[in-house]
């Protein structure tokens, strides 16, 4: 094998030995950056190792630096990868510190780090999750017309259930307008309940013990929809990266990428 392939398998292969210990010491790494940043935040810690936490700051984007190069040089296409999910998390982890030369206090973005930690779905064989939150999606937004004609039913019932109030309550009982009314009867429908508005009538009391009861099936009614459609997902447990294209989202038993073909690394 080349150096590039070998590269390869370490930095996109989380099933092989040296690819596993990649991976794991670059989270700790993408940890250590994040709580870097969270301690740069208090004043007391910054004042007193503030030049310390500056220079690992610089050293852990240099290294990131490094590796966002190197993954770019090993792939077949490059721009697969730049383009892609990750490609761009990356690239992103690695911009604020050098954007903090020229706009002072844009270093803060480092904790969009922690979305590399995604990574570990990969490294600990938990691509079943991912797969998961892509079926998730998947029936979001298969529902999404479903939903749109429920979310639209509700905002109808609120308009309502409000205008209702400030006929019952009035401005006397704090329910000052139409829409502040409207406001008390979305957080009631969702069982929040604040309490900075309540009815104190009889009839105002009424009104809100049926919202309340219709707020359970506000809450019911959609997460039925999107069930429905998430049974219809499949799960994978395979964790392979194709080499040529970078799709991730193969068959378990598959031998072959389902994108372009190439066969998969052992």
């Known amino acids: 094998m080349t150096i590039r392939q070998k590269l390869y398998n370490i930095i996109f292969e989380a099933e092989t030995p040296t690819g596993k210990i990649f991976d794991l010491s670059l989270l700790l790494i993408i940890l250590s950056s994040i709580i870097l940043v969270m301690l740069e935040s208090v004043p007391e810690i910054k004042l007193k190792y503030g030049d310390t936490l500056h220079i690992l700051e610089w050293i852990i984007t240099i290294f990131f630096s490094i590796e966002y190069i190197l993954r770019i040089w090993v792939v077949h296409k490059p721009w697969s990868y730049i383009s892609s999910f990750y490609g761009i998390i990356d690239l992103l982890s690695v911009i604020p510190t050098y954007l903090s030369l020229i706009v002072v206090g844009s270093h803060s973005l480092m904790v969009i780090r922690a979305i590399r930690l995604l990574r570990i779905f990969r490294i600990l064989k938990l691509n079943r999750f991912t797969q998961a939150g892509q079926n998730l999606g998947k029936a979001l937004w298969a529902s999404r017309e479903k939903i749109s004609v429920f979310l ?10 409000g205008t209702l109030m400030y006929l019952i309550e009035g401005p006397t009982n704090g329910f000052k307008s139409i829409p502040a009314s409207i406001y008390w009867a979305i957080v ?5 309940g604040y309490g900075d508005i309540s009815p104190q009538t009889p009839s105002g009391q009424f009104m809100a013990s049926l919202v309340m009861i219709v707020g359970y099936s506000v809450i019911a009614v959609p997460t039925g929809i999107v069930t429905s459609e998430i049974i219809k ?10 080499s040529n294209c970078l799709y991730d989202r193969h068959d ?12 998969l690394n052992e």
Do not use: E, L, Y
């Open 152 to 161: 639209f039913f509700v905002v109808n019932v609120v308009i309502i259930v």
């Open 233 to 242: 997902g499949s799960r994978s447990t395979n964790t392979q990266t194709c």
């Open 188 to 192: 009631t429908m969702t069982t929040v």
């Open 252 to 263: 378990d038993d598959a031998k072959f990428c389902k994108k372009c073909g190439t066969q």
